[in-house]
């Protein structure tokens, strides 16, 4: 019977900060409030243990995991909960497909590699799956990038035996369950509805002190994400749509 869940996480922002202070929250006051699953097969929330951290952000790299996660740009608020250092320091992560033999050395000891980096960059995402695939360390994308529908990425992973999930990761209580909840509404009401699609705006991030504004830190465009009822459409023209059938 698996004892821990030995987690690897690529990107420390809000998503890993809250990820962070929730598992000390509830493994030091026993609640229950605010999980849904609070066991899955043997393993509890508090049983989940951190071994590796991975970031671009200068400032983050270096750092503790239970220290890097609210520096900024994060925002999310500090739960009232004892955070003692992890003794986990935060790595340099990837950019693009350099460095994946690098990752892949600092992933041994872990069972899964948590990508949570801010979506819109699947070349990242790709190479940190490989980077996963290689130290045979399973694999769960929290974004929208494709990977888990890759065809390519899903044969390796298929071939070497490791398990891959995505793609996304709906927010406790965000837009996507709004959006699925109106849809469903909609449909109890009598109303055929012929598509759906939600608009993300991804906010512009700001250029270092004294430094210029690069492509890269420019204001991206809105990225549109949909989701159907029964599955999801690829992506056309930028956006991704979702028909729906009653």
């Not at 929330?45 to 994060?74: M, Q, R």
């Not at 694999?139 to 490791?162: H, I, K, M, Q």
Request: hydrophobic residues 45%; aromatic residues 6%; glycine residues 10%.
């Amino acid at each position: 019977m698996i004892e821990a869940v030995r987690v690897a996480v690529a990107g420390v922002g809000n998503n890993t900060s809250a990820l962070v202070q929730g598992i000390a929250y509830y493994r030091q006051s026993g609640a229950l409030v605010g999980l849904s699953r609070p066991v899955i097969d043997g393993v509890g929330v508090g049983d989940v243990e951190f071994v590796a951290a991975f970031a671009t952000s200068p400032g983050k790299i270096g750092k503790d995991l239970t220290e890097a996660i609210f520096l900024a740009p994060n925002n999310f608020p500090r739960l009232d909960c004892e955070l003692p250092p992890a003794g986990v320091p935060v790595t340099e992560g990837l950019r693009d497909g350099d460095g994946i033999d690098r990752v892949a050395a600092k992933l041994a000891g872990a069972d899964v590699l948590l990508y949570s980096a801010p979506s819109g960059r699947p070349a990242t995402a790709l190479a940190y799956a490989e980077a996963a695939r290689r130290a045979g360390v399973a694999f769960v994308n929290t974004t929208s990038d494709a990977v888990a529908r890759d065809p390519e990425c899903l044969a390796r992973f298929t071939a070497a035996g490791v398990p891959l999930l995505g793609d996304d990761l709906a927010s406790q209580f965000g837009t996507s369950v709004l959006h699925d909840a109106l849809l469903r509404l909609l449909a109890e009401r009598g109303l055929s509805l012929v598509s759906s699609y939600q608009v993300l705006w991804a906010a512009p991030q700001p250029p270092p002190p004294g430094g210029p504004v690069s492509a890269a830190m420019s204001p991206r465009p809105p990225r549109c994400s949909s989701r159907r009822r029964a599955r999801r459409s690829e992506a056309r023209g930028g956006r991704e749509w979702a028909r729906l059938r009653r």
